[in-house]
């Protein structure tokens, strides 16, 4: 996906299409990550489709839930999907911050070559 070291940089186009790619893919789990948690807490709590999303993009952005939770399902429910979004939070930073990183580190390494 990313170029080898000894290549040349991305044109800033291509770098571009790059950025959105990653983008996308962050959105989509996003997405999914939301559906997940308001399925979770719709079925399990009994909560309408409105607290449900509420509840489930708080934990996603690592607030924590708004309403409280009634049922052992619906806590164990919550206690695994907290645990989940903790990790989707690092893991789609890492998808979207990839290709700045690697751009900056390519473009530093190109910068160090030609010094020597």
């Not at 695994?80 to 989707?88: S, T």
Request: glycine share 12%; with cysteine; hydrophobic share 50%.
């Amino acid at each position: 996906m990313f170029e080898h070291r000894t290549d040349p940089l991305l044109p800033h186009r291509q770098f571009l299409g790059r950025l959105a790619r990653c983008g996308a893919v962050g959105a989509g789990l996003i997405t999914f990550s939301l559906l997940i948690g308001m399925l979770g807490y719709h079925i399990l709590e009994n909560f309408s489709w409105l607290d449900a999303f509420v509840n489930a993009s708080m934990l996603l952005g690592g607030m924590g839930p708004v309403d409280p939770l009634h049922t052992a399902s619906g806590k164990l429910f919550a206690g695994f999907y907290a645990l989940y979004c903790g990790f989707m939070v690092i893991a789609i930073a890492g998808i979207i911050f990839a290709p700045i990183v690697h751009r900056f580190l390519h473009r530093f390494h190109l910068e160090h070559g030609r010094s020597e």
